[in-house]
């Protein structure tokens, strides 16, 4: 299920919302993963451990 987050675009350089998926990094972080809505690029944004 995908939800709508804000995130940096590194490549637009400009924050963008988009739909991603929440995931668990190697490091135990957690993070929202999705691709930019303009350019396609892979945008990801830190979530808080409450998330």
């Keep these: 299920m ?3 987050y ?6 637009c350089r400009t ?4 739909e ?5 990094l190697p ?3 957690k993070a929202a993963q999705g ?3 303009e350019c396609g ?3 990801t ?3 808080g451990k409450s998330a």
């Design 20 to 24: 991603g998926e929440k995931k668990d």
């Design 41 to 43: 690029t892979k945008v």
């Design 35 to 37: 691709t930019c809505p």
């Design 45 to 47: 944004r830190m979530l």
């Design 2 to 4: 995908a939800e709508e």
């Design 6 to 11: 804000e995130g940096y675009c590194v490549k």
């Design 15 to 18: 924050k963008r919302k988009f």
């Design 27 to 29: 490091n135990g972080r």
